[in-house]
């Protein structure tokens, strides 16, 4: 500190190798450790969503998303936001359009190709909300919660609870994913010939 000295890496390392070592210090540069945690880590969070159904041709819109997670001490928040960002399209892509399709004459795959895949996009989303409240996490000296999978974890069960309670007063009460316009559509349908014959 306070000089305009400096040293590299690479020239450090090949001091140590020939041995030109202070005394008392090995003439090498590795290291070995390990830890293992007294327990598991918990990340948790919560998903919120706001959408709307039209009854007519049983499209979805997702018109708000807020997710408020708790990933302990956080290393790069940028990153963390993206990642969570881009769970919740896939898990949202999950809920409402991603669907491997068979014909079932022949076992063939329908939906081989991105022209026929749903795949999800910017314009299935609106601007999502997201929140931390992070706890730091005891059982690792980082105080660290892993945080890989809170996104696609969170946004299925997320938006079909959501979708159910919009489709509660039809008495649709369960629906396979991935929630197709199409089936959503059949199954109004179903419930309003249900209703109409009772």
């Not at 049983?58 to 881009?86: C, K, S, W």
């Not at 660290?144 to 969170?154: M, R, S």
């Not at 197709?180 to 349908?189: G, L, M, N």
């Amino acid at each position: 500190v306070g000089t305009d000295r400096s040293v590299g890496l690479q020239e450090v390392a090949a001091k140590a190798h020939a041995g030109q070592v202070p005394d008392g210090e090995t003439p090498d540069l590795d290291g070995d450790g390990r830890f293992k945690p007294p327990a598991a880590t918990f990340p948790n969070g919560t998903h919120i969503v706001e959408l709307e159904v039209d009854p007519d041709t049983g499209g979805v819109t997702l018109e708000r998303y807020i997710v408020v997670d708790d990933f302990g001490a956080v290393v790069n928040p940028l990153m963390l936001a993206g990642q969570v960002h881009g769970g919740i399209a896939q898990g949202a892509g999950q809920a409402l359009i991603e669907e491997a399709a068979y014909d079932p004459e022949s076992g063939q795959l329908l939906t081989g190709s991105f022209m026929d895949y749903g795949m999800p996009r910017a314009d299935l989303l609106p601007q999502i909300e997201f929140h931390l409240r992070n706890i730091p996490c005891t059982t690792n000296p980082l105080g660290i919660k892993g945080a890989g999978e809170a996104g696609a974890i969170g946004a299925p069960p997320a938006v079909i609870n959501g979708l159910i309670d919009a489709l509660r007063p039809y008495g649709i009460t369960h629906i396979d994913m991935p929630a197709t316009p199409h089936k959503i559509w059949r199954a109004i349908q179903a419930a309003q010939v249900k209703a109409a014959a009772e």
